[in-house]
């Protein structure tokens, strides 16, 4: 118990409370945009620009070719602000190349796509240039995190979740469909205006690295490319029980379903958040690793178990919140509870300590694998279980993902230490 409180008590002395406190009102106020374009909106012409944006929302995570995953690890492990200052001005003028190929590559090809909707092609383009700013955004977050200036971090995330409502309600009252793909666009370009005068960057003072060579580019395209596979594995059920069974009620009880259980993933990411860059800072220090990962584990254990009782014995009841007829699938949803415990106490830390060591790929080849199995077992347990068969398939991997990445790190961590300790 005294592991957990000193991990609490060093989590809250690098700001973590107003990370996790941001986390949550963000991803609050990100559904209230969503209500009230909802609302103010036509769905079938919302549907087309929400179609576009998904498409989207998997290109942004390689914005910049990863370069910013590159510059979190990267910067922490450099000694002097001159060289960290350096890196941010590197990671942003190459970046920004980089994106502009990017949102080229998609505008050519949104030509030769035949796409069922109308005007799904030109908010394709028009949502493609989300990528530059929202690159920029997660520099200026990352170099808030370097700096271990985690509340000005968390009042960035919050003040962009706030021109988002804003500027989706405003916008779409006056300019329907049109207005949120603008307010989609708008609203990373002004959160990214408004904090980047907070980083005080001598841009002058550009010096090359050597760590800049190919090896950081690899690390920070497989980081990225690892979140997107990452990000499919939790879209693919859906997909497949769309495809399977063909009953679109069966993909809205599946997605309400779970959505408690992935909501909660917010919880590791805001730990990761805070104390990514410290653990990369001491990385080769293995007392300090040893010790977080132990009031890590113990915590999430605890909090695992505490979610697996409240959900056992209120399961019925959390799904009448949405609606009394889902309440015949809490067997699926304890199921993905079980499961996400999972991600909570293994796959959320370890894979961060496999990025840490540089072993990014890893991570992505670790998601991939996963997403074929994925696929290739729904296939088969879909059309028996319905969706119990994807939740059960879900949750095993979650378990298999987190212990796989416990392994991996051990063995390469061992072998990372030692290379360390000859150089």
Known sequence: MKDVFIFI????????????????????????ASWVALQLIDNRELGVVIFAFNIISFIIPIGGFGLHQSLIRYSALL?????????????????????????????????FIEFSFKNTRYYLIFLSFMVIPSYIFELIKIQFRLNYKNKLFSFSELIYAIILVVSVSLLSLAYQEKGYAVALLLT?????????????????????????????????????????????????????????????????NYKYITLIPFSLLFLPRAFMATDFVAFTENIYNKKYIANYSKGYILLFCGISLLLIIFSFLFADTILKIFDPSFTKFSDSFLIL????????????????????????????????ISLLINAISNYYLIPIYGIKGAAITTSIL????????????KSLYAKSLLKNTKV
Do not use: H
């Not at 001159?82 to 190349?97: H, R, T």
């Not at 959320?348 to 790929?361: D, E, F, P, T």
């Open 9 to 32: 008590k060093n989590f809250i002395a690098r700001s973590g409370n107003y990370v996790l406190f941001t986390t949550v009102v963000s991803r609050l106020l990100s559904f209230v």
């Open 79 to 111: 000694k002097s602000k001159e060289e960290k200052n350096s890196l941010f001005i590197y990671a942003l003028k190459k970046g920004l190349i980089a994106s502009l190929a990017l949102v080229s590559l998609v505008v050519l090809f949104s030509f």
């Open 188 to 252: 990373p370009t002004l959160a990214s205006l408004f904090f980047i005068k907070e980083l005080n960057i001598n841009y002058k003072a550009y010096t090359k690295l050597n760590v800049t060579n190919f090896y950081f580019w690899k690390y920070g395209f497989f980081a990225s490319l690892s979140n997107v596979v990452t990000q499919l594995l939790f879209v693919i059920d859906i997909f497949l029980i769309g495809y399977l069974l063909n009953d679109t009620i069966m993909i809205t």
């Open 337 to 368: 509870i079980i499961g996400i415990c999972g991600i909570l106490i293994f796959r959320g830390l370890y894979g961060n300590l496999l990025s840490s060591i540089g072993k990014a790929q890893v991570n992505y080849y670790i998601a991939s």
């Open 398 to 409: 979650m378990w298999v993902t987190g212990i796989s990445s416990y392994i991996l790190f």
